[in-house]
């Protein structure tokens, strides 16, 4: 306890110099809290030392707290993740007892239960860590791939989530421009939906997504790319494939295939209809926009779908019917503004930024939205 009375303040210069170097200008906030918190706790020992030697026990107890062990972070969030402590014993690489070691002592310091051992879910104080582990995690990470970035060229892992229909036209030339500019760089691309994929930019699983807009969500921060319309894609022998454009009301006049109730698709379509007295009749209802639009063009029945679904495909056995009143969906960048992003990241979302807009135009019923 003296050790860190006497030797505190003298730490905290040394860290203090390191934060004001410019290479670490993008995370002086995130350190500042840090630094502050140690500011504080090595006055307090100081003056308990002198004043109330009997509390030493205690300060030492909030010391632990402050300087808690990376490791056990680490290890709270591997169980977690894998919902067991031996799943996250063989994901760190690592025996079980060790992993058990580390979430013990990060309780016993909390003084209270992270993991319930029965569910092997975390309880509402394990939320709470795991919320902040993650974003440090995240930020420790961003640390390191910035320092590797600035010694040489832009290198480290970016972990990017993309819709479906999206990631169809986008994937091939994101992968081709970022390997041509940063051939260090390791992008690591997860196809999903909206649904899934906000709640892994919350808690830092991904770096970024292209998803849906608009999205609810707190800490999230959008990049809105680009609009595009809701057509309709069905079998030339249907009675809508003489026609260029049908209205908005002419969509309940024939069964449609659709993705289910609930996913933000669906939802924002029968919100819209629902306005105005129109309900759709369901021909079919597919959980997957790229399933549902494989469907379409094979000549299966009519859907509704984004209107990039059918880019690239050759029009054999499908046509294209624009709905005319129907409002376009919304595609954008989202990321957590929690955290500040690496190098690595912010020229990714450069690159991906250029390629919707080199791309999207070429699309017919696509609409560039970029607001910056």
Same mark, same amino acid.
């Given at each position: 306890?003296?050790?860190?009375?006497r030797?505190?303040?003298?730490?905290?210069?040394?860290?203090?110099v390191?934060?004001?170097?410019?290479?670490?200008?993008?995370f002086?906030?995130?350190?500042?809290?840090?630094l502050?918190?140690?500011s504080?706790?090595?006055h307090?020992?100081?003056?308990l030392?002198?004043?109330h030697?009997?509390?030493?026990?205690?300060?030492?107890?909030?010391?632990?707290?402050?300087?808690?062990?990376?490791?056990?972070?680490?290890?709270?969030?591997?169980?977690a993740?894998?919902?067991?402590?031996?799943?996250a014993?063989?994901s760190?690489?690592?025996?079980?007892s060790?992993?058990s070691?580390?979430?013990?002592?990060?309780?016993?310091?909390l003084?209270t239960?992270?993991i319930?051992r029965?569910?092997?879910?975390?309880?509402?104080?394990g939320?709470?860590?795991?919320e902040?582990a993650?974003r440090?995690?995240?930020?420790l990470?961003?640390?390191?791939?910035?320092i590797?970035?600035?010694r040489?060229?832009?290198?480290?892992?970016?972990?990017?989530g993309c819709?479906?229909?999206?990631?169809r036209?986008?994937?091939t030339?994101?992968?081709q421009?970022l390997n041509?500019?940063?051939p260090?760089?390791?992008p690591m691309?997860v196809?999903?939906?909206t649904?899934?994929?906000?709640?892994?930019?919350?808690?830092?699983?991904?770096?970024?997504?292209?998803?849906n807009?608009?999205?609810?969500?707190?800490?999230?921060?959008?990049?809105?790319?680009?609009?595009?319309?809701?057509?309709i894609?069905?079998?030339?022998?249907?009675p809508?494939?003489?026609r260029?454009t049908? !209205?908005? @009301?002419?969509l309940s006049d024939h069964p449609?295939?659709? +993705?289910?109730?609930? &996913?933000?698709? *669906?939802?924002? %379509?029968?919100?819209?209809?629902?306005?105005?007295?129109?309900?759709?009749?369901?021909?079919?209802?597919?959980?997957?926009?790229r399933?549902?639009?494989?469907?379409?063009?094979?000549?299966?029945?009519?859907?509704?779908?984004?209107?990039?679904?059918?880019?690239?495909?050759?029009?054999?056995?499908?046509?294209?019917?624009?709905?005319?009143?129907? !409002?376009? @969906?919304?595609?954008?960048?989202?990321?957590?503004?929690? +955290?500040?992003?690496? &190098?690595?990241? *912010?020229?990714? %979302?450069?690159?991906l930024?250029?390629?919707v807009?080199?791309?999207?135009p070429?699309q017919?019923g696509?609409?560039?939205t970029?607001d910056?």
């Open positions: 306890m003296a050790a860190w009375a030797d505190g303040p003298r730490c905290m210069a040394r860290v203090v390191i934060v004001k170097e410019k290479a670490l200008l993008p002086r906030g995130f350190l500042q809290e840090i502050e918190g140690f504080l706790l090595s307090f020992c100081i003056f030392r002198h004043t030697p009997s509390v030493a026990n205690m300060a030492l107890l909030v010391a632990s707290f402050l300087a808690m062990d990376l490791r056990q972070l680490t290890h709270l969030l591997a169980v993740e894998h919902q067991s402590f031996s799943g014993a063989r760190l690489h690592t025996v079980q060790n992993v070691t580390h979430v013990a002592r990060l309780e016993a310091e003084e239960v992270l319930d029965r569910t092997m879910s975390p309880t509402a104080e939320l709470a860590v795991i902040r993650q440090i995690r995240s930020e990470q961003a640390i390191t791939d910035d590797a970035s600035m040489s060229e832009v290198a480290g892992l970016v972990r990017i819709i479906g229909t999206t990631a036209w986008l994937a030339p994101l992968l421009r041509d500019l940063y260090a760089l390791r691309l196809d999903a939906t649904t899934s994929l906000l709640p892994r930019i919350s808690n830092g699983e991904l770096d970024m997504a292209v998803v807009t608009p999205v609810v969500g707190a800490g999230l921060s959008t990049l809105n790319l680009f609009e595009e319309e809701r057509v894609i069905a079998p030339r022998d249907h809508w494939a003489q260029k049908i !209205t908005i @009301r002419e449609i295939m659709l +993705t289910p109730a609930g &996913t933000t698709f *669906r939802d924002a %379509i029968d919100k819209e209809l629902a306005s105005i007295g129109v309900h759709l009749v369901p021909a079919a209802e597919v959980d997957g926009l399933l549902l639009a494989s469907l379409a063009l094979q000549g299966h029945a009519p859907a509704l779908l984004p209107a990039s679904a059918a880019f690239d495909h050759p029009e054999d056995n499908w046509v294209l019917i624009r709905v005319d009143g129907l !409002t376009r @969906r919304s595609v954008g960048l989202i990321f957590n503004q929690r +955290t500040t992003p690496s &190098t690595p990241v *912010r020229s990714t %979302i450069e690159v930024a250029s390629v807009r080199d791309i999207a070429q017919p696509v609409y560039l970029f910056h």
